[in-house]
């Protein structure tokens, strides 16, 4: 009887010891799990994107070459990769794509792009035709092609809901100014970047140290900065005004 007492002992403590390795095994797979599991997306946030200029597009990959190698030469130095910015705005969890794109791009699209700004490219007379224009696309739930071509990867912004609505509420005072010329007279054409930088500085973001990828540059870009301490009292600049009535 006490051989099998103790035998019925040893038993139930292997079992009893089989039964915590079990549940410690369970344990450390619950914790490695929790520690895999992907953090929950923030309600808001503001993301910049350095998109290279021409991604897609050979036409404008050409000229944008050209562009940077005549600046380069007077310039005395050596052509740099030209970058385009683009910003991913969540606000109450919704992606906003804000991008600066042609008008011809998707002007067949029966879809509401959210477009807050049109403006001319090149010269003010040529913008009676879409194919000389370019629009301001606050796309709510909308895409930006060839996002996955920007280099760097995304800059998350310091923007809070606060500044992050203030954004996309500012898009429609963007200064609808002639892209690729200096209409405000800031010493530097107006383009995507510039609209970018516009409305970071509007919206309070700090834009100190946000800068192309290295080795690259983003033309427009300080014009922008500029251009949103110019406005009046009234919330408009006077050459946006101009260019407006245009």
């Known amino acids: ?18 039964r915590a390795g079990r549940s410690a095994r369970r344990c450390i797979r619950v914790r490695e799990e929790a520690a895999t599991e992907p953090a929950p997306l923030p309600s808001a946030d503001a993301t910049l994107y350095w998109i290279p200029l021409g991604a897609g597009g050979h036409c404008v990959t050409f000229c944008g070459r050209l562009y940077e ?10 052509p740099r990769d030209l970058f385009h910015a683009a910003l991913v705005v969540r606000v109450d969890g ?12 998707h002007d067949a699209l029966e879809v509401d792009r959210g477009v807050t700004v049109s403006g001319p490219v090149g010269l003010r007379v040529l913008g009676r035709w879409s194919w000389f224009r370019y629009e301001l696309r606050c796309w709510r739930g909308g895409t930006i092609p060839d996002l996955g071509e920007a280099v760097g990867g995304p800059t998350r912004l310091e923007a809070d809901a606060a500044r992050c609505r203030a954004l996309l509420d500012a898009a429609r005072d963007v200064p609808a100014v002639t892209w690729g010329r200096d209409e405000l007279g800031l010493g530097e054409m107006w383009n995507s970047n510039s609209v970018v930088a516009w409305l970071l500085v509007r ?24 251009a949103a301490g110019l406005r009046s009292s009234s919330g408009t600049t006077s050459a946006s005004a101009t260019a407006r009535r245009g």
Do not use: F, N, S, Y
């Open 94 to 105: 919704v992606d906003t794509a804000v991008e600066v794109a042609p008008v011809w791009q």
């Open 69 to 78: 190698a005549a600046h380069a030469t007077i310039g005395r130095r050596r």
């Open 1 to 18: 009887m006490d051989t099998v007492g103790r035998g019925r002992r040893c038993d139930d403590g292997g079992t009893g010891e089989l």
């Open 203 to 226: 919206a309070g973001v700090d834009t100190a140290g946000l800068r192309p990828p290295e080795g690259g540059r983003a033309p427009g870009w300080g014009a922008g900065l500029l």
